[in-house]
């Protein structure tokens, strides 16, 4: 090319390919965090104690993004995008941690979106953890084409929707509130104040507090210790067991009759004792569909699946969302 010489116009190249995404996901005990790749892999996957209040979270949130740079981009200004899933209430539209005990956030909350840019200068979005894991479960069943429900059965009891390929937030964020639907009648009295709600009866806390009730030493993964005394032949765990999958079976039969998604997820903590939750809810929606032709066309039990194991589902989905929030 010599000077006066007319150029061609510039050939337009393949699409460059998506940058980084970081996703963090911030529970009571730990902070799980994830990179994924351009192609949507997972690149990193890295997980820090939680420090409760407002400045331990927003610091522990910085120091794992660092790591989580040292893994994969080098620098934290090259992960591309930061996407946060969070326990607690959070406004998603300002970023902003509302109230969450088990991260030691009241009062005036915290602006975790903003503190993370204003250190990092990447796009960072803040979601519900429930709703970030379902974004994650979505991903990981690989069909695009499904309305996918993520029913997290973990201290309490919540649904994320994915519908037609899209986050159902609603229009106060409280679409997949199921927990609050009050299910039996003069039952035990709800942390929202309601009574007989179905996280009364159907949570790893309802869960806990039935067993202790009944006299039991209190345990650190209640299901697990229900499971295997039930399965020594004792009888009281039996039922609080079979009661407690009764109720998450009617959590299922909720969402198949009010969204009717394709597929419901039993994730959360309580899923963690795995193919025995599965087992029993799918036998309590057999024993439901049996009286109802209308249950059994709906082929209840065929519909639930556990979650897909891999790595935290709730840091994936919030890095997937914080990606789609940079307009990547
Ligand atoms: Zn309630």
């Known amino acids: 090319v010599t000077l006066g010489e007319t150029l061609p116009p510039p050939v337009p190249g393949p699409a460059a390919p998506p940058p980084w995404a970081a996703g963090l996901d911030i529970g009571g005990t730990k902070i799980e965090g994830v990179v994924l790749g351009p192609g949507g892999e997972v690149a990193a996957h890295r997980r820090s104690p939680t420090v409760p209040g407002p400045d331990g979270i927003l610091s522990g949130a910085l120091a794992l993004l660092g790591v989580l740079a040292a893994d994969t981009a080098g620098r934290v200004g090259d992960l591309g995008s930061v996407g946060v899933g969070t326990a607690g209430v959070v406004d998603d539209r300002e970023g902003r941690i509302l109230h969450a005990v088990n991260l030691g956030i009241d009062g005036d909350g915290l602006a975790l979106a903003r503190g993370i840019t204003q250190a990092t200068g990447l796009p960072a979005r803040v979601e519900n953890d429930v709703n970030a894991a379902a974004v994650g479960v979505y991903a990981a069943l690989g069909s695009p084409e499904a309305d996918v429900a993520l029913l997290s059965v973990g201290t309490g009891l919540a649904a994320g929707l994915v519908l037609g390929g899209r986050l159902r937030r609603g229009a106060r964020s409280s679409a997949g509130e199921i927990g609050h639907l009050p299910v ?145």
């Open 184 to 328: 039996v009648a003069d039952g035990p009295t709800c942390v929202c104040g309601q009574r007989g709600c179905l996280e009364a009866v159907a949570s790893g806390r309802a869960l806990a507090l039935r067993w202790e009730a009944l006299g039991r030493p209190p345990a650190a993964r209640p299901a697990a210790a229900i499971l295997a005394s039930a399965a020594g032949g004792d009888a009281a765990a039996c039922e609080v067991w079979g009661d407690f999958c009764a109720h998450l079976a009617t959590a299922v039969r909720i969402l198949l009759l009010t969204v009717d998604v394709d597929v419901v997820v039993l994730g959360g903590g309580v899923a963690g004792v795995g193919e025995p939750l599965l087992a029993g809810v799918r036998d309590a929606l057999d024993r439901q569909a049996a009286t109802s032709q209308l249950l059994r066309r709906l082929d209840p039990a065929s519909r639930v699946v556990l979650v897909p194991s891999g790595a935290s589902p709730a840091a994936a989905g919030a890095a997937l969302l914080g990606r789609a929030g940079a307009g990547r």
